[in-house]
């Protein structure tokens, strides 16, 4: 479910760049020791998986992402977590720079011509650029203890945990 403004049923995010988002954010958190195949991410996120490999190629060719073909290929950040910005991971598929639209609906809205609500809804959607333009995967992700990744999935053995998998590990 994209993640949504409470007084507003817009999301956010468009489904892919929260689906991106989440891809990077497991792999950030998760640790670097072995690429990440699309289909173990794809199970353990809930995220179709043709879906989330055309994302990750994408991501691939925009350079936040490296990509290895083969038996022991997948995905892999391209840069360590502290130096992607969230602001990387979404461009892609949304541009927040161009996606402000008037609160009220209003077909020409601006510093010019403002709205009733025109200034606060200006600084909160700047603010909300300036979140995901300032904000690294690393400043909102967790390492998790002993990340080693299995190499049959290439998902970290932590994700193989009572939480995630309903067995005990």
Known sequence: MPLSAP?????????TAE???RALLYMAEHGDTAPYRVTALA?????????????MHLL?????????????????????AHQIALLDVIRPFDQMEARRQCLLGRPT???????????????????TLTFFRDTTLADITTPVAGGRADRRTGVPKAVFSTRTRGTRG
């Open 109 to 127: 809205c601006s510093d010019a011509t403002p709205c009733a609500a025109h200034a606060r809804w200006k600084d909160l959607a700047d603010r």
């Open 7 to 15: 007084e507003d049923s817009r999301p956010v995010l468009s489904q």
């Open 60 to 80: 691939a060719r925009q350079g936040v992402l490296t990509s290895s073909r083969g038996k022991h290929g997948g995905f892999r950040l391209a840069r360590p």
């Open 43 to 55: 199970e353990t996120l809930r995220i179709p998986q043709n879906y989330l490999s055309k994302t």
């Open 19 to 21: 689906y991106a988002l």
